[in-house]
Nanobody, 123 residues
């Protein structure tokens, strides 16, 4: 599975961005998808995940109520809508895929990773 993340950029605090992850898998609907992020000098952390087959979602406390993860199986995409952005949301965002069913929050469960897209939120 190859993943391509896009949509990052520079935005002011309080603004919104939509990240998109396009997958090459022919059976995309059988993969759970996740978004992680890594800020400078920090470890990579879980942001959000959406599972299969039911599409259940899970969010890190730091983004709950502001970010929304979704998937479009017909398009092989998993998006992350980010609203009310804060400077502390600035990071490289990575999408990841796993064949495990249901959402996963541990990066060790993900076997496929995209290249990352940079999000910078100015104050």
């Amino acid at each position: 599975v190859q993943l391509q993340a896009s949509g990052g950029g520079l935005v002011q605090a309080g603004g919104s961005l939509r990240l998109s992850c396009e997958a090459s898998a022919r059976t995309f609907s059988s993969y759970s998808m996740g978004w992680f992020r890594q800020a400078p000098g920090k470890e990579r952390e879980f942001v959000a995940a959406i599972g299969w087959p039911g599409g259940s979602t899970y969010y890190a406390d730091s983004v709950k109520g502001r970010f929304i993860i979704s998937r479009a199986n017909a398009k092989n995409t998993a998006d992350l809508q980010m609203n009310s952005l804060k400077p502390e949301d600035s990071a490289i965002y990575y999408c990841a895929a796993t064949s495990h069913w249901n959402y996963r929050t541990d990066e060790e469960d993900y076997g496929y990773w995209g290249q990352g897209t940079l999000v910078t939120v100015s104050s």
